[in-house]
């Protein structure tokens, strides 16, 4: 079992920033890959960004946040972050962030990649 609890959503005004922190907890020990997904209303959970926990930590992002977005972990204390910057209206969502125990599977910007979600935090962007 893996535990995730987020943190650090809130509400900022549009080109402003935000940095959320994700700590996970349990057999972290096993943990391949943690990615972050959003969830606007209305809409289908979307991928954000992802990062390994081995190879030298390679990233992946989501064509909509790439250059404002950056996913880093510091694994000495099994936390992931997301340093959002340059935020936009469209960035409104619920952030969740998720655990990949496996190590295989479908590509990481599927959601069904992933063992374990934490209970999102909202992030809301003011125009």
């Known amino acids: 079992q893996v535990q995730l609890l987020e943190s650090g959503g809130g509400l900022v005004q549009a080109g402003g920033s935000l940095r959320l922190s994700c700590a996970a907890s349990?057999?972290?020990?096993?943990?391949?890959?943690m990615g972050w997904f959003r969830q606007a209303p209305g809409k289908e959970r979307e991928f954000v960004a992802a990062i390994i926990s081995w190879s030298g930590g390679t990233t992946y992002y989501a064509e909509s946040v790439k250059g404002r977005f950056t996913i880093s972990r510091d694994n000495a204390k099994n936390t992931v972050f997301l340093q959002m910057n340059t935020l936009k209206p469209e960035d409104t969502a619920v952030y969740y962030c998720?655990?990949?125990?496996?190590?295989?599977?479908?590509?990481?910007?599927?959601?069904?990649?992933?063992?374990?979600w934490g209970q999102g935090t909202q992030v809301t962007v003011s125009s």
């Open positions: 349990g057999r972290t020990f096993r943990l391949y890959a």
């Open positions: 998720a655990a990949d125990l496996k190590g295989y599977g479908n590509p990481y910007y599927y959601a069904s990649r992933y063992d374990y």
